[in-house]
């Protein structure tokens, strides 16, 4: 679930942190930048392990920062496929289950990866199992805040990094009288930087049990 990862930066300390180990400053700067952030095809960032070596340190004209090339290794959550892991169910929708692990949410479960045979409620937005028994099936509602557990299968990195600004568009003439008035441009969908794929293991861990009781 957890892994080191090797990682070179460039780190830069200001003025008014000289006084203090350079070490201390790094590690507050690199922590300042990738702690909680996504990198891409590295994964979730979790904090600085350790500082492996570090370069001269520079400062440049017009600059009174120093600038200091540092390896590091750095706490990375990034499951490897077919583990295993728990997390409690966020919300369903018609996509699928989202499930969350506390510090990290961007977890699907599509439909044809639950427990079959599996079917969703509009009423109450929730995905249910049809548990077979020797008296019939009986509907489980995989309700908000349930334990699972489930298999990853598969991750999805998106570049999230800016682009740029887009380009202007130029503004429509106004419509003419009596003319439809034309629906408003739908803004982009911001998609997760990291998105885990899995399959569930168990509908929850409470509900066979709950069934059984």
């Given at each position: 679930?957890f892994t ?7 780190v830069?300390?200001?003025p008014?942190n000289?006084h203090?180990q350079?070490n201390d400053a790094?590690?507050e700067e690199l922590?300042?930048?990738?702690a909680?952030?996504?990198v891409f ?5 979790i904090c600085l ?5 570090l ?11 120093s600038?200091?090339i ?6 990375v959550f990034?499951p490897?496929?077919?583990?295993i892991?728990l997390?409690?169910?966020?919300y369903c929708?018609?996509?699928g289950?989202y499930?969350t692990?506390g510090?990290?949410d961007d977890i ?10 599996a079917k ?7 995905w249910?199992?049809?548990?077979e028994?020797d008296e019939?099936a ?6 908000q805040?349930?334990e ?7 991750e ?6 800016p ?12 419509p003419?009288?009596g003319q439809p ?11 997760a930087?990291y998105?885990?794929?899995g399959s569930?293991c168990e509908p ?10």
């Open positions: 679930m080191l990862v090797e990682m070179v930066d460039t830069r300390i200001p008014w000289f203090r350079l790094i590690a922590n300042k930048k990738l909680n952030k996504v095809n590295v994964g979730l960032c392990y350790d500082i492996t070596k370069d001269d340190s520079y400062i440049f004209p017009g600059d009174g920062a600038h200091t540092v390896q590091f290794r750095y706490v990034r490897f496929l077919d583990e892991l997390g409690k169910i966020k929708s018609q996509e289950v499930v692990m510090f990290f699907l479960i599509p439909p044809e990866s639950l427990q079959q045979p969703f409620d509009e009423a109450e937005q929730v249910l199992w049809e548990y028994t019939g009986h509907d489980l509602y995989m309700d805040g349930e699972i557990r489930f298999r990853v299968t598969d999805v990195f998106v570049d999230t990094s682009t740029g600004p887009a380009a202007a568009a130029q503004p429509d003439a106004p003419q009288p008035t034309p629906p408003p441009v739908e803004e982009e969908k911001k998609e930087p998105t885990l794929i569930i929850g861990l409470g509900l066979l049990s709950w069934w059984n009781s």
